[in-house]
């Protein structure tokens, strides 16, 4: 089986604050999606990353011109959606059912290519597939609208999710399309087929740019790491 990457890239990015859709904010000189593509092209396991774009979305070639990997315009209205419109797409371009898709938030722009060939050798011998996650630090609080507590959540056993998720073509099409847009991340699309998908740690580090504050933070690193 081969292993492609699929980057659902349309989101409008709402939480962000930026006034356009975050992933085309630049950080250290480059849009966000521009970081995340090159660290995808830096795993030579990855055959090739589709990108799914919004329908609606005028700002792709601006913000890389000259890109020469695979573009879908297929977004939906969920995360969900435009994932699934991006696994139809991988199969017109030839996908199968057994091979790996590794789906990577566009947002989450501090990738580094060995996070992703830990995750493909921890998972492409498994079953079921696997995503990238970290142990949470924190004590975990429930809140309720006026931001109070209403509960402490046992952290022990807790991990935060992030992507690349693994896994293969025809298990993950199944599990969103029967989950539909309530699904946040293909892991739990998996999980609800009664299946474990493997937890494998990277860094605090490739966390999911959202709000106004992670763009400085997000400067910081790639200034400090490189592209
Ligand atoms: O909104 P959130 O931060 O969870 O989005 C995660 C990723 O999913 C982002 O890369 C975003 O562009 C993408 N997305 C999408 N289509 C949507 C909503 C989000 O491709 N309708």
């Known amino acids: 089986p081969r292993c492609f990457a699929l980057v659902p890239a349309a989101g409008i990015g ?18 966000m999606l521009a970081h995340t593509l090159t660290a995808l092209a830096a795993v030579p396991r990855v055959e090739q990353t589709l990108v799914v774009l919004s329908p ?25 959606e435009s994932v699934l419109g991006g696994l139809a797409e991988l199969r017109r371009r ?28 921890a998972c492409e011998h498994d079953a079921v597939g696997g995503l990238l996650a ?13 931001g109070r507590v209403t509960a402490t959540v046992d952290r022990r056993d807790k991990w ?10 025809g298990l993950v099409e199944k599990a969103l399309a029967a989950m539909g847009a309530a699904a946040t991340d293909e892991a739990s699309a998996v999980e609800a087929l ?31 790491v490189g592209p």
């Not at 970290?134 to 006026?146: C, E, N, S, V, W």
């Not at 474990?196 to 990277?202: C, F, K, T, Y």
């Open 14 to 31: 709402e939480r962000s604050g930026a006034g356009m859709p975050k992933q085309y904010v630049e950080i250290a000189g480059k849009p």
């Open 56 to 80: 609606a979305d005028d700002r792709f070639e601006a913000a890389l011109p000259g890109h020469t990997g695979w573009v879908a315009r297929v977004g939906g209205a969920s995360r969900a």
């Open 94 to 121: 030839g996908a199968t059912d057994d091979d790996w898709v590794l789906v990577h938030d566009a947002a989450r722009c501090l990738l580094r290519p060995e996070w992703v060939d830990a995750l493909i050798d």
């Open 134 to 146: 970290q142990p949470i630090a924190d004590t975990l609080k429930a809140g309720d609208a006026d």
């Open 160 to 169: 935060a999710a992030q992507t690349p998720q693994m896994f293969r073509l």
């Open 194 to 224: 009664g299946l474990a998908p493997r937890l494998v740690r990277a860094s605090m580090a490739n966390f999911k740019v959202t709000w106004p504050e992670d763009f400085e933070l997000a400067e910081r690193w790639l200034y400090q």
